[in-house]
């Protein structure tokens, strides 16, 4: 009799032409350092252009269990320059379903991996919904949530060319709803797949021209039937940006709390250096890292 294992994987795009394995939020080093004190079975595979995989980056992903997918640029029609920022955001999600094709997973992560670092096992995050939602701090405004901030417009401004329609029609399509960020997306294989499928079909006529996390809003809030979104003080996910670390509780070990006293899985830093938070990103990366390396 066959034991059935579960089976998980976590994907993102890594991809430099001079490839930095630690970055001032931690980097590819700290993310799958972090990661294997709590998961040493989950897949982990890193998009990146063959001519890209410096002796560093390959060094690191065979000590931490990581390996690479080169994606084929002839399977995708697109405007982006290649090696451009754009072309890396808006064409990864192309890539990845490319990966998935023929496999099958339990659960998939789709993450950024230069600015995220693990408290926890990303894979024991219970859930009954396709997708498990990154709540970022912002969100669209309205009377239950406040005026919008340059954040929302920000967002707003990035689904302008799907709409085709201007500023405040399209914020009025979001009231009193958080924006979600692209870049942690947590779901089952035929969530994910949803997701992508619908993604690439928006994609396709622009030839991804159009930002990734104005279209993955648009997808979790008006044609995901089914998400988890939860306001991030109670979520696993935890985005730091220009809020302090003083405002959360900590366990015995020193890690990070949300509102329930349920230790954030994961934490991550997006905009967080650029607002003098380096100390808070300093203390995370040692507490995940190297106080409890094994």
Same mark, same amino acid.
């Given at each position: 009799?066959?034991?059935?294992?579960?089976?998980?994987?976590?994907?993102?795009?890594? $991809?430099?032409?001079?490839?930095?394995?630690?970055?001032?939020?931690?980097?590819?080093?700290?993310? #799958?350092?972090?990661?294997?004190?709590?998961?040493?079975?989950? %897949?982990?595979?890193?998009?990146? $252009?063959?001519?890209?995989?410096?002796?560093?980056?390959?060094?690191?992903?065979? *000590?931490?269990?990581?390996?690479?997918? !080169?994606?084929?640029?002839?399977?995708?029609? @697109?405007?982006?320059?290649?090696?451009?920022? %754009?072309? =890396?955001?808006?064409?990864?999600?192309?890539?990845?379903?490319?990966?998935? %094709?023929?496999?099958?997973?339990?659960?998939?992560?789709?993450?950024?991996?230069?600015?995220?670092?693990?408290?926890?096992?990303?894979?024991?995050?219970?859930?009954?919904?396709?997708?498990?939602?990154?709540?970022?701090?912002?969100?669209?405004?309205?009377?239950?949530?406040?005026?919008?901030?340059?954040?929302?417009?920000? !967002?707003?401004?990035?689904?302008?060319?799907?709409?085709?329609?201007?500023?405040?029609?399209?914020? *009025?399509?979001?009231?009193?709803?958080?924006?979600?960020?692209?870049?942690?997306?947590?779901?089952?294989?035929?969530?994910?797949?949803?997701?992508?499928?619908?993604?690439?079909?928006?994609?396709?006529?622009?030839?991804?021209?159009?930002?990734?996390? +104005?279209?993955?809003?648009?997808?979790? @809030?008006?044609?995901?039937?089914?998400?988890?979104?939860?306001?991030?003080?109670?979520? &696993?996910?935890?985005?730091? $940006?220009?809020?302090?670390?003083? &405002?959360? +509780?900590?366990?015995?070990?020193?890690?990070? #709390?949300?509102?329930?006293? %349920?230790?954030?899985? #994961?934490?991550?830093?997006?905009?967080?250096?650029?607002?003098?938070?380096?100390?808070?990103?300093?203390? #995370?990366?040692?507490?995940?890292?190297?106080?409890?390396? =094994?």
């Amino acid at each position: 009799m066959s034991i059935y294992m579960t089976k998980n994987i976590i994907m993102g795009i890594y $991809d430099y032409g001079s490839a930095p394995i630690k970055s001032y939020k931690g980097g590819i080093y700290a993310f #799958l350092k972090s990661l294997r004190q709590h998961n040493k079975e989950c %897949e982990v595979v890193i998009i990146c $252009d063959k001519r890209n995989e410096s002796k560093a980056l390959m060094n690191v992903l065979k *000590e931490y269990n990581a390996y690479t997918y !080169n994606y084929n640029l002839k399977n995708i029609e @697109h405007d982006c320059p290649p090696g451009s920022r %754009e072309f =890396k955001l808006y064409c990864r999600f192309k890539f990845i379903s490319d990966f998935l %094709e023929n496999k099958f997973y339990d659960n998939i992560l789709l993450c950024d991996m230069n600015d995220i670092i693990f408290q926890d096992d990303p894979f024991s995050i219970q859930y009954d919904t396709e997708i498990y939602c990154s709540c970022e701090l912002h969100h669209f405004g309205g009377p239950q949530l406040g005026k919008p901030d340059r954040h929302t417009k920000m !967002n707003v401004d990035w689904m302008i060319p799907y709409y085709k329609q201007d500023y405040e029609t399209i914020r *009025e399509k979001f009231l009193n709803k958080f924006i979600v960020c692209a870049g942690t997306i947590l779901g089952t294989h035929a969530g994910i797949q949803k997701f992508l499928d619908w993604y690439i079909d928006a994609q396709t006529p622009h030839k991804y021209k159009i930002n990734d996390q +104005g279209l993955y809003n648009i997808y979790i @809030h008006n044609f995901c039937e089914s998400k988890h979104l939860e306001y991030y003080r109670h979520s &696993k996910f935890l985005p730091i $940006d220009h809020h302090k670390l003083e &405002k959360y +509780g900590k366990d015995e070990q020193g890690f990070v #709390l949300n509102d329930k006293d %349920e230790r954030y899985v #994961l934490i991550h830093m997006y905009g967080a250096f650029g607002y003098g938070y380096k100390e808070g990103i300093e203390y #995370l990366k040692h507490l995940t890292c190297e106080k409890y390396s =094994k």
